[in-house]
């Protein structure tokens, strides 16, 4: 009954920017706010690698690739973790997953593409 939906992916044109979003149903807002969040990225041909997560305030992380160019934000009140991304290159490339957990669950989006034009 959870359901993890990602949006905001398309086409865009290298040094352009992108922002996704990824929206959670199924799950209350106690629930939520228990998940840590993040978003993985997989390129045709390679494996899922991550790319940021986010738990509270004081818990965010960003893959080096990602880093100055990405950002990684929640609300809580929304059940929304979305992604800035900026300066997007080529290698950006690719179908972007959400994802929530805990120790106990893990839930994944369908996936979202994103394509950069060189």
């Known amino acids: 009954q959870v359901q993890l939906v990602e949006s905001g992916g398309g086409l865009v044109q290298a040094g352009g920017s992108l922002t996704l979003s990824c929206v959670a149903s199924g799950m209350s807002r106690i629930m939520f706010s228990s998940h840590g969040l993040g978003w993985f990225r997989q390129a045709p041909g390679k494996a899922r690698e991550l790319v940021a997560t986010i738990g509270g305030p004081d818990y965010i992380y960003y893959t080096d690739s990602a880093k100055g160019r990405f950002t990684i934000t929640r609300d809580n009140a929304k059940s929304t973790v979305t992604l800035q991304m900026q300066s997007l290159t080529p290698e950006d490339t690719g179908v972007y997953y959400c994802?929530?957990?805990?120790?106990?669950?893990?839930?994944w989006g369908q996936g979202t593409q994103v394509t950069v034009s060189s």
């Open positions: 994802q929530a957990r805990t120790a106990q669950s893990k839930y």
